[in-house]
């Protein structure tokens, strides 16, 4: 990354499914010309997608540059950099193999020039993972395919919001699988990740982190199953010992119903919809998905294709806004964080 304290960030922003919100979200919060004072922003699509969707929203006033050169991004307007030359059909609300093939396109080309540093942080807009899903793109989603192209080894689906941030032991699996994926190694390894994230990402120098138990009432000590005492609890007292303000586990039904979640700067939950359900209720429309963990940046909203509002100039633009704010703030703490040593 190339990006200097002083330098505003490029952030590539990809549209994802052509036939879902995506390309409307993304023009209507790069509308407000006061973004382009704070970042460049790159959007990895094609301006023939623009153009239908700024006219069927009548924003004729949205303006972007077409990228000639590879690299050559102008600072004070909105690039596109073209990911395919054919004609692929829009029909909004409608999934299609076609739109499926664009959106992996628009991907990888934004992890091309994000590993040649030509950006500094990436937002996806959303992908519909059964057309897009083959040979090309074997993942469940964006996290597992950022944590392979990167070399992580593992990442962190972290959710983030004004009212709540909440990181996911287990990501996109089957419930009956998550048991099995609650390991000691797993859990603490999902822990030191969210709070290394919570220090470099948010500028958080001392995290205090709550855990979710994995059981109904946390296992009642024992009694709803044995993951808490065998698994949760030796990792969450260890750590302790270490100095960590790590604490729990608790109950998830008590602890976001009693408004605990508000004395912690996180929470792990153990499984998808233990952590998004009541993030969503709390903070679905300023929302953010970010994967932490890895060496670069990429945040997304916290919502999907919405096909259902798809073409109809409906969609909320809050989270992709929230999106690339974040993006950016990564980018300056993980700077400063760098530059302290």
Not at 2 to 7: A, C, F, P
Not at 20 to 40: C, H, N, P, Q, Y
Not at 104 to 109: R, S
Request: aromatic share 8%; hydrophobic share 40%; glycine share 8%.
């Amino acid at each position: 990354m190339t990006t200097t304290s002083t330098d505003k960030p490029r952030i590539g922003i990809t549209l994802g499914d052509l036939n879902g919100i995506g390309t409307e979200v993304v023009i209507k919060a790069l509308a407000d010309s006061r973004l382009l004072s704070i970042l460049t922003p790159v959007i990895y699509g094609s301006t023939r997608a623009l153009s239908y969707y700024r006219k069927l929203m009548e924003l004729e006033e949205f303006n972007y540059s077409q990228v000639k050169n590879k690299g050559q991004f102008f600072p004070k307007a909105v690039n596109v950099v073209n990911c395919w030359e054919d004609m692929i059909e829009i029909t909004p609300g409608q999934p299609s193999q076609q739109a499926g093939r664009a959106a992996l396109l628009c991907l990888k080309k934004a992890v091309e020039e994000m590993k040649e540093g030509l950006i500094d942080g990436l937002v996806t807009a959303p992908i519909d993972k059964n057309t897009i899903h083959g040979v090309e793109f074997p993942y469940h989603g964006h996290t597992e395919y950022f944590t392979q192209e990167f070399n992580a080894g593992e990442s962190l689906m972290l959710l983030s919001g004004n009212n709540l941030k909440v990181g996911l032991v287990t990501g996109h699996i089957p419930i009956k699988e998550v048991s099995n994926n609650i390991t000691r190694d797993r859990v603490e390894l999902k822990i030191r990740i969210l709070e290394l994230s919570l220090k470099k990402d948010f500028n958080i120098s001392k995290p205090k982190i709550a855990i979710l138990g994995l059981n109904p009432h946390a296992g009642d000590e024992g009694l709803l199953g044995n993951e808490e005492q065998e698994i949760i609890k030796p990792v969450v007292a260890e750590l302790k010992a270490k100095g960590k303000l790590i604490m729990g586990p608790f109950a998830a039904d008590g602890f976001f119903a009693a408004g605990q979640h508000t004395k912690f700067d996180a929470v792990l939950a153990m499984y998808h919809d233990q952590g998004l359900i009541p993030f969503k209720t709390l903070d679905f429309e300023s929302g953010v998905n970010f994967t932490a963990g890895l060496p670069i940046v990429r945040t997304s909203p916290d919502h999907g294709t919405a096909y259902s509002i798809a073409g109809k100039n409906q969609a909320d633009e809050s989270s992709m806004r929230q999106a690339i704010y974040l993006a950016c703030d990564i980018i300056k703490n993980r700077l400063e964080a760098n530059k302290a040593g």
